[in-house]
């Protein structure tokens, strides 16, 4: 019998020189979470992501999360604004400071953190309970946020933004990279990511000064001395020489990945557009998506499912959008600012494959079995 190559929704693609820097760094021994490819990789970033960028490689983007709401001043009993449309590692950091996240909803436009509640929310926090320390917004699926909107938000109640570009890295947004437009940026290398390291992360700064302090808390808070010497808890956060070789040559592709992953959008969206009750995100103005996972959006719970079930019959791999934390049972007791706009994309969005490594073949394949759900 023929079996069907499996197809995942998001998968590793190496470019071909990822090995060559991881060689160099077995030629040379630099086995450890230092040496030329952390400080190369972290170059290489600055350059991609424009002037005035100071990255830190890191472990991972939970990581740089954590670091990044560390050097915020988040601590124990504090509160952080968090978009609740997300990935649970935007919001888990906050928890490991003894801090509380507070869930806030999403706007339809772009599917990330709504201005409006955003700024009920803080207001209300500040009348009725404490000051907010920190917000995180999030380009979700590639998307920017309204970056102009939260950031007038950010300077009028004095509370710093970061930018949870994990999905993000190659998306811009009026020309400037998605990871640079706050206080701190975030990027993630896991393996589903537009590009990997097998596991990996990147803290984006604005001066040499906040990037040093990264580092020196990803090193375990090393003092200046002969011994080891330490006046602040440490972590254990710094990138690998070896797999920071991987991130090399992974960013000699990056402008393609960003391509094959914009030319799958278009392409589902050409071959379905004609069913109308399936939607696409477009991209408001001044908006650039990396297009990192192609979201439909159907009418019902019953026909995402329809879907999703009949692809998973082919050996297809495909996903409902993220569930929103204020939904989440771990966060039951937490408070959230909502209006549903989550709630509903979690209920009826659907995650594509989005690989930069499809074939035509397989795009084809995926949108024949859409199209045969579909009652035209
Ligand atoms: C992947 C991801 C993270 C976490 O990155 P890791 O490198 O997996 O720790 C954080 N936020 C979002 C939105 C993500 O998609």
Redesign the pocket.
Known sequence: MLTKTKIYLSSPHMGGSEQKFVNEAFDTNWIAPLGPNVIGFEQDLERFLGEGAHVAALS????S?HLALELCGVSRGDEVLCQSF??S??ANPITYLGAKPIFIDSEKDTWNICPELLELAIKDRIENHKKPKAIIA?H?YGMPYKVKEINALSAKYNIPVIE?S??ALGSTYFGKACGTLSKYG?L???GN?IITTS???ALIAHNENDKDRAVFLATQARDKAAHYQHTNIGYNYRLSNVLAGIGRGQMEVLGKRVEARRFNYEFYKAALSDISSIRFLDEPNGMFSNRWITCILTESFEQREQIRLLLQQDEIESRPLWKPMHMQPVFKDNTSYTNDVSADLFEKGLCLPSGSNLTENQLQRIVDLIRKTSNL
Not at 60 to 63: D, K, L, M, V
């Open positions: 991972s983007g939970t990581a999360i997300t990935f590692a935007s999030v979700l949870d994990a999905e975030v993630s290398f896991n990511k596991g990996g992360g």
